[in-house]
C-alpha cells in the first residue's frame, strides 16, 4: 500500500514530506501517546483501594485465594518480561546467578501474593527462594507455603537472613528481589520484623521488584523522608496507588486483569487495554 501511494507522488510532495521529517520525529507518536493515556488511569488513594477491595469481595464474590494467584501469576508473568532468562537459565533448572530471585514475604495480601509469584516463577524456570519472616496460621497461607515447598521452592531460615542484616552484599547472590512484604494497608513506620530487611533493600544496588506499593512507603504521599526502598520496577495491582506517582525506576507495570467493567466504570479508573491475553501492561 505505502508502495503503490509513493508511485503517485510528485517531486514537490516528497520535498514536503522530506522537510515535515527533519520537523517532526515520527516516532516519538506512539510513545507520546502512551504517556498521554496513562496520565489518565486514576491512581488510588488509600480509601479506594480498600473499598474496591471490599466491592470484589462482597459484590462480586471473589474469593481471596483466587484474587491472590490472579495478582501473583500477573506479578511473575511482568517479572519474566522485564527480566527473562538467558537461554541456559532456561535450559539448566540447577540455581544460577541470573535465575536466582528472593521473595520478601509479608503476612497479609502482598504476601500471599508473592508465594504466588514464586511459585509460577518456578514453574517458568527461574530459581526463587522465599524469605517470609512473619508467618501466619491462616490456612490460606498455610496452603501456599505447602505449595511452594512442593513444588520445589526454597523456604529461608528467618536466621540466615537476619543475621547478616548489617550486611547487604548477601543479597549479591540474587539477580532479583521480591518485595511482597507491606501492601496498602501499611500506615507508617515500619515496625519489626521488617525494620532489618528493609533496611537491607534500601542499601542493595540489586534490582528490587516492589508488589504494588513498595514496602515502607506511604500509599498515598510515597517515599518517607529517608528515601525508603528505591525499586527498579513496579507491579501495580488492580489500578496504580497514588504512591506510584512518585516511582521513578525502570518498570511499571498494572497486573490483574480481572477488574469487573461495571467497577472500572464506578469508581472511574480508566484502565489501559491490555494487549491481546497479556496478564500484564506496561505503564512506564
Not at 512507603?217 to 501495580?236: A, H, K, N, Y
Not at 506510584?244 to 480508566?270: M, W
Request: proline share 6%; hydrophobic share 35%; with cysteine.
Amino acid at each position: 500500500m505505502l508502495q503503490l501511494v509513493s508511485s503517485t507522488l510528485t517531486s514537490q510532495s516528497v520535498k514536503r514530506i522530506k522537510v515535515c521529517r527533519s520537523v517532526i520525529d515520527i516516532s516519538s507518536f506512539v510513545p507520546f501517546a502512551r504517556r498521554k493515556y496513562n496520565k489518565m488511569v486514576k491512581y488510588l488513594n488509600q480509601s479506594e483501594a480498600i473499598n474496591i477491595d471490599k466491592d470484589l469481595f462482597e459484590k462480586y464474590k471473589f474469593s481471596v485465594d483466587q484474587l491472590m494467584e490472579l495478582a501473583g501469576q500477573s506479578c511473575a508473568v511482568a517479572i519474566a518480561k522485564s527480566y527473562p532468562l538467558s537461554s541456559s537459565d532456561a535450559e539448566d533448572s540447577s540455581s544460577s546467578g541470573s535465575s536466582r530471585v528472593l521473595i520478601c514475604c509479608g503476612p497479609g495480601n502482598n504476601g500471599g501474593d508473592g508465594m504466588v509469584c514464586a511459585r509460577h516463577l518456578k514453574l517458568f524456570g527461574y530459581s526463587p527462594e522465599i524469605y517470609y519472616p512473619k508467618r501466619t496460621n491462616n490456612e490460606l497461607y498455610q496452603r501456599l507455603l505447602h505449595q511452594c515447598v512442593e513444588n520445589g521452592v526454597l523456604i529461608l531460615e528467618n536466621q540466615r537472613i537476619e543475621e547478616a542484616t548489617a550486611d547487604s552484599t548477601i543479597l549479591h547472590k540474587y539477580a532479583i528481589v521480591v518485595d511482597a512484604l507491606l501492601g496498602f494497608n501499611f500506615r507508617p513506620p515500619v515496625r519489626e520484623p521488617f525494620v532489618r530487611i528493609i533496611d537491607m533493600l534500601k542499601n542493595t544496588s540489586v534490582p528490587i521488584c516492589s508488589v504494588d506499593i513498595p514496602s515502607g512507603w506511604d500509599v498515598e504521599r510515597g517515599p518517607p523522608e529517608d528515601g525508603g526502598i528505591r525499586p527498579q520496577m513496579l507491579i501495580s495491582l488492580t489500578a496504580p496507588k497514588m504512591c506510584a506517582s512518585k516511582f521513578d525506576g525502570k518498570f511499571h507495570y498494572l497486573g490483574g486483569r480481572f477488574v469487573p467493567k461495571k467497577l472500572e466504570s464506578q469508581y472511574n479508573l480508566n484502565l489501559p487495554k491490555y494487549a491481546g491475553t497479556d496478564l500484564v501492561v506496561r505503564l512506564h
